[in-house]
């Protein structure tokens, strides 16, 4: 039987334009600062020093190998293993997923997992031009039945957006009204790249990256760094951390069925993944959509967002729209979706967030979560997605002892 597995330290930096911020010395802002930060505060909230964490997982896409132990020496040189971890924008995640696996499977009682990323400015592209690119056949298959317009990511996802409004009659305000939603969530968060509230006629008239989305539909290149410390049910009850633990109740992991190449919009940008990670967590925890109050999703574009409403089951197939025009997703909803501003709004610095995200979700359950809190939270959901491809879906719930 799997051991119990309980989140009990968070910790991130604020999330900032690539460049923008300085140490007080005047020196540039690097990973190891971010990871410095952010690890400090998770064990802070823990409440332990470096020397209890028995393995470390860091992820970063953007960066040379063995910058997961440069930035964990930041913390302490405890001779512990680091693993490094990349797996594109569900890089934080992956390290989440496998620390989580260490304590379930009884291999260590405190894990780290933390995640950073240094971006530069500009759209996301490769580092190496001497050699197969792990996408290149999803983008040779959405090339033959879309339109192609570089950069890929937001031609790949707003070609699945246009796929949805061409069967499902889905409208440009549908996404916009996403976008709306999740700056408007940001302006309580104080960790938040961008805390600016737009109306929608805002979001609409922003200039137009890929039709329909516009650039208030799209996350931005971030710097910044998430952390949390994991622990046992023993670890937990050594310590004393039962009041502040939440547990971690459903988690999976899926990569590429045969069906993203299936000569579908939304299966190339991973939507069998995110239904099948989504289907076991559920099977996992014995809850199902309606049982959790506050999910943080991908929403690296709006219409992802939009897309993930269906796949993870908040409704039927053909029916997001529906959803986003009743406010389904937003204070006052059956859900809220991404508290924090999301991706959208929050940022993306791709090895950090997934770590950001399990962040809000336990301040979530923790009911510490200021101005953005959500009422009686007693489940949490969060899905994270990388192309090339990894979706990992997490359920968390409060620590029941």
Known sequence: MANKVFVVGVGMTKFEKPGRRKNDDGSDWDYPDMARESGTKALADAGISYDKVEQGYVGYVYGESTSGQRALYELGMTGIPIVNVNNNCSTGSTALYLAAQAIRGGLADCTMALGFEKMQP??????????????????MALAEISEVLFPPAPWMFGAAGREHMEKYGTTREHFAKIGFKNHKHSVNNPYAQFQDEYSLEDILASRTVYDPLTKLQCSPTSDGSGAAILASEKFVDEHGLADQAVEIVGQAM??????????????????????AAA????????LGADDFQVIELHDCFSANELLLYEALGLCGEGEAGKLIDNDETTYGGRWVVNPSGGLISKGHPLGATGLAQCAELTWQLRGTADKRQVSNVTAALQHNIGLGGAAIVTAYQRATR
């Open 279 to 286: 289907q076991k967590v559920y099977e996992q925890a014995g």
């Open 254 to 275: 899926a990569t590429d069925f045969r069906s993203t190449f299936d000569g579908t919009c939304k299966n190339i940008i991973g939507y069998d993944m995110n239904v």
């Open 122 to 139: 500009g759209s996301l592209g490769s580092v190496y031009d001497d050699r197969e690119q792990p996408m290149a056949n999803h983008i």
